[in-house]
């Protein structure tokens, strides 16, 4: 599959670093030139459990998924990611260790843009612009949205899980897999079900 419309993709990549703190041209520019494409197909593993991961992922199109494996073969969706969103393993890639989890396309033409972290950290050291977008960054996500995530799994029931997961991903559950949402918003596939019903029945009787 050829790509067609990098451009937008870039301007994409741009809004969304920019949205953390803004950068000036002159840094974008140098940025640009160490990204890459990659599409994968359905299924496709972008990281193996047990391998570096050299590169941060911005997702273009399509989906994501984040998955560890326990001893008894059992699967947990650490994360889903879609559109506008920077996926991968960052610990990984900080440390330079092996991934404690998997990383799979979960739809057909699934667009990414690679960013060598190795070269990314030696612009990040050149331009301050860059390190203040990058401290926002790992602040939101690996502190205040992992808080926030680990009080809803404590605190929430599955039903306002589910409905904060639908208001932040709309129409997510005609894309990928239920048991992929089920897992990662942490309940059985059998108990997603029964919300899923439940929420039917609520919106129903809201309009009758």
């Not at 419309?5 to 809004?15: P, S, T, V």
């Not at 790992?138 to 502190?143: A, C, G, P, S, Y």
Request: glycine share 4%; hydrophobic share 35%; net charge neutral.
């Amino acid at each position: 599959m050829e790509i067609t419309d990098e451009k937008n993709y870039l301007k994409a990549l741009r809004f969304k670093l920019d949205s953390y703190s803004p950068l000036i041209d002159t840094t974008w520019d140098e940025l640009e030139q160490i990204v890459q494409f990659i599409i994968l197909t359905k299924d496709e593993l972008l990281l193996g459990n047990g391998y570096v991961s050299p590169n941060m992922y911005f997702v273009c199109k399509g989906s994501l998924r984040a998955f560890y494996t326990d001893l008894h073969g059992d699967i947990y969706t650490k994360n889903i990611f879609v559109e506008n969103n920077i996926a991968g393993s960052l610990a990984s890639t900080i440390q330079r260790k092996p991934s404690e989890f998997t990383l799979e396309s979960l739809e057909n033409d699934t667009i990414l843009i690679a960013l060598n972290y190795t070269k990314f950290r030696k612009l990040i050291e050149k331009h301050a612009d860059l390190k203040n977008c990058y401290i926002s960054y790992l602040e939101q996500h690996w502190i205040i949205e992992k808080e926030k995530r680990e009080i809803s799994l404590v605190m929430e029931d599955g039903i306002d899980r589910y409905q904060k997961f639908l208001d932040l991903h709309p129409n997510i559950e005609k894309r990928i897999s239920l048991h992929h949402i089920a897992s990662h918003l942490g309940i059985t596939s059998t108990q997603f079900s029964r919300i899923r019903k439940k929420m039917k029945d609520i919106s129903k009787n809201q309009h009758m």
